[in-house]
């Protein structure tokens, strides 16, 4: 069982950078891939960001690619995402995602459960 908790969402401008973080309560947390995921209202959930068990692989949405940065500290429990030159349409509410990893598979097929966090808002305003 794995238990994620989102945090650093909130109202920015346009341009603004923010940094969300996602503490994970599990004593294996370097054996999970790690992943952030997104959905907007009245959209479905959309995937952003992963990074592999030992941070050595990570994947990008092409929507967000070269703006946004996915990265863990597996010593604290914590994954993050940086989130660079924000714009409207990146208003959401962001999860966290937890599943086993592999050696070099950012965020690999699973066959078992995912876990998730109950998500962090962010609002960037035009």
């Known amino acids: 069982q794995v238990q994620l908790a989102e945090s650093g969402g909130r109202l920015v401008q346009t341009g603004d950078a923010l940094r969300l973080s996602c503490a994970a309560s599990?004593?294996?947390?370097?054996?999970?891939?790690m992943a952030w995921f997104r959905q907007a209202p009245g959209k479905d959930r959309q995937f952003i960001a992963a990074?592999?068990?030992?941070?050595?692989?990570?994947s990008y949405a092409d929507s967000v690619k070269g703006r946004f940065t996915i990265s863990r500290n597996n010593a604290e429990n914590a994954v993050y995402l940086q989130m660079n030159n924000l714009k409207p349409e990146d208003t959401a509410v962001y999860y966290c995602?937890?599943?086993?990893?592999?050696?070099?598979?950012?965020?690999?097929?699973?066959?078992?459960?995912?876990?998730w966090g109950q998500g962090t808002m962010v609002t960037v305003s035009s």
């Open positions: 995602s937890a599943r086993p990893g592999r050696p070099g598979i950012a965020w690999p097929t699973n066959y078992g459960v995912d876990y």
């Open positions: 599990t004593r294996t947390f370097s054996s999970y891939a």
């Open positions: 990074i592999s068990w030992d941070g050595g692989s990570t």
